[in-house]
């Protein structure tokens, strides 16, 4: 159809024209179709009346919303695995870190201590108990250990230079 | 009863002692309108009695506001249309219902309707008017069976005249090949 032919054809297009462009169409009893429940009109007025005064929020059309639902769960799902992952996995992981970081934190420390400070740090006490526990496992004792060396003539200062 | 004019009504609003009393009748004066309005949309009589309650109270929620520009009665067609297509836009997002299924639903709620007083024929039509989309299917409603102006339907919808006119050309030729088909 011609644009200029369309267009008149709609300025004109009334209920009137319905039988040429529609006639199965015109045929049809025009009625109302759709009724309400017995007193429905009746009651409404009544209804918004009680329902403004009460200050009653606007109904809300509720239906569960799944998207929302859907993307909830993926989300708490994506949490969960995350943190059973990371709680899991942590022993493994982060042991050989301590373990070395402790190693080289050793290393690191002691070769900085001087070893006269070290031994300024040992009490007596530490000692005894050192060389009581040497006795202990060898079943030797200090004094027989200075009888060998004076009777080997072995000079306590070359041993102390020795060792 | 007298039946007050939109304007009578509106002046009786605005005053807070006759408030209620304008409300009420303004409910009951275009109660029925509205509901067949809505009611050809949605099909099924409750998503219409809340879509319908729904409208009642924005109206006086939003009454006093109203600057008259347009016509009272146009005013509240539009909010009944906006409320209509965003029920149905809700129901179909929510469901993740495609268009078509929508209006198959609709179609098939039709049929078990007890309150549907059509014949065979009726119920052909119907279900071709449903075969429209959405905002074809309220320019063919406005027109064919509450004889809206176009001027006013332009003002209840926000569409142009001329593209109204084309509109309901095009939904009266498809509904005569459904029903000549079917």
């Known amino acids: ?163 | 009863m007298e039946e007050y004019s939109d304007k009578e009504l509106l002046i009786k609003f605005r005053e807070e002692n006759t408030r209620s009393y304008a409300y009420n009748l303004l409910v009951k004066k275009y109660q029925k309108r509205l509901y067949t309005h809505i009611r050809r949309m949605l099909i099924d009589h409750d998503d219409t009695n809340d879509v319908l309650q729904n409208v009642w109270i924005k109206v006086w929620n939003n009454l006093l506001g109203f600057k008259e520009e347009s016509q009272l009665f146009t005013w509240l067609y539009r909010i009944a249309t906006n409320e209509s297509l965003s029920f149905l836009k809700k129901k179909r997002t929510r469901f993740f219902i495609p268009m078509v299924d929508v209006e198959y639903q609709l179609s098939k709620s039709l049929e078990d309707d007890n309150y549907f007083r059509g014949d065979e024929i009726q119920l052909k039509l119907q279900k071709a008017i449903l075969t429209l989309p959405e905002k074809q299917r309220l320019v063919f409603n406005m027109k064919y069976y509450e004889n809206f102006k176009y001027e006013d339907m332009s003002k209840v919808l926000g569409t142009s005249v001329g593209a109204l006119k084309a509109s309901y050309h095009i939904a009266v030729k498809k509904i005569e090949e459904f029903v000549v088909k079917n």
Not at chain 1, 14 to 35: G, R, V
Not at chain 1, 43 to 67: F, R
């Open chain 1, 1 to 163: 159809m011609h644009p200029r032919n369309m267009k008149n054809e709609l300025e004109d297009f009334e209920d009137e024209n319905l039988e040429k462009l529609a006639p199965s169409l015109s045929k049809i009893e025009k009625k109302e179709l759709f009724a309400a429940p017995e007193n429905y009109f009746e009651k409404l007025p009544g209804q918004m009346q009680d329902k403004i005064h009460a200050n009653v929020k606007a109904p809300v059309y509720w239906v569960p919303n799944y998207k929302l639902a859907f993307a909830a769960l993926s989300v708490t799902l994506i949490l969960f695995s995350g943190i059973y992952y990371f709680t899991n996995n942590t022993g493994t992981i982060a042991e050989p870190q301590t373990s070395e970081l402790i190693q080289n934190y050793d290393s690191e420390y002691l070769s900085s201590v001087d070893e006269s400070e070290l031994a300024e740090q040992l009490d007596d006490e530490v000692l005894e108990n050192t060389s009581l526990q040497i006795e202990k496992n060898n079943g030797i004792s200090n004094e027989e250990i200075e009888d060998y060396l004076l009777s080997n003539n072995i000079d306590l200062t070359t041993i102390s230079n020795e060792f």
